[in-house]
């Protein structure tokens, strides 16, 4: 049993860290173009801003893996390791992309709020 608990462990940090580092590279290569419209005439800061986020977005998911991290294999079964693989790493999955939707959201909504400032006359800010 505790050594296909050891061998669980082994398959799903390197998958949950894998799929953090991809989900964060495209995130936020992609992001930059947003940062630098809210930010606009300012690209130091919106740089800045992505690399922050980008930092928050690695803490956040490696810490949520991290914290999921125990699997208890009751029968110490291959069946029961992929069992219980699929299930962490499918619910990992599934928050790491409400967590890209809601960087996405974040990203949009900043963009929509300094379109909406940028239409404001300089008179009345």
């Known amino acids: 049993m505790e050594n296909l608990t050891v061998i669980a462990y ?14 964060a ?5 992609n992001s930059i173009v947003y940062m630098n419209d809210i930010f606009e005439g300012r690209p130091d800061v919106a ?15 490696v810490g949520f893996a991290l914290y999921i ?3 208890y ?3 110490s079964t291959v069946q029961e390791l992929i069992e219980k693989l ?11 992309g409400i967590m890209l939707f809601l960087n996405m959201f974040l990203f949009f909504r900043g963009k ?7 239409a404001v006359p ?4």
């Open 112 to 118: 929509r709020i300094a379109k909406q400032r940028r």
């Open 47 to 61: 740089k800045a801003t992505n690399n922050l986020f980008r930092i928050g977005f690695y803490l956040l998911n």
């Open 122 to 125: 300089p008179a009345f800010r």
């Open 73 to 75: 294999l009751h029968q």
């Open 69 to 71: 991290l125990e699997m």
């Open 86 to 96: 699929s299930y962490k790493i499918g619910g990992f999955s599934i928050y790491l």
């Open 25 to 29: 590279i495209v995130l936020f290569k």
């Open 10 to 23: 082994a398959i799903y940090l390197p998958v949950a860290i894998g799929l953090t580092y991809y989900v």
